[in-house]
């Protein structure tokens, strides 16, 4: 069924605001997406009908707002299709996701002289942690370089994997070329080696549905903020496998089992890697939020976006010296581009003016800009709220950008 996208502006109060008096148009959604009234709405009930904290209390307000936050849990479990309700771990986002991933398997499983492959196209939290845990365990980072058009080739990673590998970092679109890459393939070759698979979902699980027992992947990180959820929040999915098997990330309340001065044993999973005091409100809005999507139809939000994304590259093609910046067969609604002569902040500070917001520079992705020799690319990204006319006013404001600079 095709979305009403009118309708569903409805439930998006943000939209209606005016940018110096002109209709906001919102084309940033690969930084954050902008919620739905009901998500909204979740947050003020919690704080203001069951606020309290969870787990370990015996009132009422505790029990309710626990079951509540064990519910959402159920709920990301069906939404990612997990084996498990306890492969579902909550965190701040996708980066804690990945820090608590590269950390924890890599204190058990990393050692000198072992080798980390991770993208060239990931962004900076799909490297960084990476780096971090290569230095500290004496490992060795290796580079899974892409293609031109923006895409990474399966045979070239064959070539990289070695009886030295011990985990393929990747994400499954990247937010600053929008490619879809092929994780499933992915992860059956890194098998065919022994060889674990984190995928970070941060730019897909709200364009594409995503089955990770399907995938197979050992480890998925999301976060909520980028599935028109709230920010603070995020999910890992671990194999059960590997997760009973790796140390807690963080230590403190919730994760133990059992304390004396001298010595801890740790709670079961997920509790394990949940240290503290959780944000069992975002994690009951993050739930809200996923039924929204789910109830929108995932099959029809990807097939609204691709024409979208369509109608976007055709359009800012026309445009003299625009030149898109990620040209993979498959993309998210996510478009890239630079204009001959002109600064790409320069570019996005004008469209500013004309209420359009675009996200210019690095993108938090500096090795992409290497790869490519360019300082940054404005980047446009779309969800399933925006429309063609949206499109048609970052056309004109374009056009009128380069008007004022010639
Ligand atoms: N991975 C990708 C592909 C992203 O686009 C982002 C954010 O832009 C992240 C990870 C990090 O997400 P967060 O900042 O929500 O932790």
Redo the contacts with the bound molecule.
């Keep these: 069924m095709a979305l009403i996208i009118d309708k569903i502006r409805e439930d998006f109060p943000i939209l209606k605001e005016t940018i110096y008096n002109k209709p906001l148009v919102y084309l940033d959604n ?2 954050t997406t902008q919620k739905p009234q009901v998500v909204l709405d979740k947050l003020i009930e919690v704080y203001t009908k069951y606020n309290a904290n969870i787990h370990r209390g015996v009132h009422y307000l505790s029990n309710k707002a626990t079951t509540e936050t064990e519910n959402a849990r159920l709920t990301v479990q069906k939404f990612i299709n997990a084996q498990h309700s306890h492969e579902v771990i909550f965190a ?7 820090n608590l991933v590269a950390h924890s398997f890599g204190e058990k499983f990393i050692h000198a002289g072992d080798e980390i492959i991770v993208s060239e196209m ?2 900076h ?2 490297l960084v942690p990476w780096q971090m845990v290569a230095e500290k365990r004496g490992a060795r980072l290796v580079k899974w370089a892409f293609n031109q058009a923006g895409e990474l080739e399966l045979n070239e990673l064959e070539k990289l994997i070695s009886d030295k590998t011990r985990i393929i970092a990747v ?1 499954q ?3 600053s070329l929008g490619t879809i890459n092929p994780v499933k393939e992915i992860t059956a070759l890194a098998h065919r080696h022994q060889v674990a698979v984190l995928i ?1 979902g ?2 897909a699980v709200q364009h594409l549905k995503v089955d990770v027992q399907e995938l197979d992947c050992d480890f998925y ?1 999301f ?1 909520g ?2 599935i028109y959820g709230p ?1 603070g929040i ?1 999910v890992v999915y671990g194999k059960e496998g590997w997760l009973n098997q790796m140390p807690p990330y963080q230590g403190g309340g919730e994760m133990i089992e059992s304390v004396s001065f001298e010595k801890t044993t740790y709670n079961q999973l997920p509790f394990k890697f949940e240290a503290g005091t959780p944000n069992y409100a975002d994690s009951i809005a993050l739930a809200t939020a996923i039924d929204y999507l789910t109830a929108l139809g995932l099959d029809d939000i990807a097939t609204y976006e691709k024409e979208l994304l369509d109608y976007a590259e055709a359009k800012l093609l026309t445009i003299p010296g625009l030149e898109i910046v990620g040209t993979a067969k498959k993309k998210t609604s996510v478009v890239s581009f630079n204009i001959k002569g002109l600064h790409a902040y320069d570019v996005g500070t004008l469209l500013d003016k004309m209420g359009i917001a675009v996200r210019t520079g690095t ?2 992705t500096e090795p992409v800009m290497i790869h490519y020799g360019i300082s940054g690319t404005v980047r446009a990204s779309f969800a399933f709220y925006n429309t063609r006319d949206e499109i048609d006013r970052l056309h004109q404001g374009l056009l009128k950008v380069i008007e004022l600079f010639a």
Excluded: F, L
């Excluded at 701040?92 to 990945?98: C, D, K, P, Q, V």
């Design positions: 690969a930084a701040r986002g996708a980066t804690e996701g990945i990931e962004h939290s799909n994400n679109v990247s937010n970070d941060a730019q990180v976060s903020h980028k920010t995020g993108h938090c």
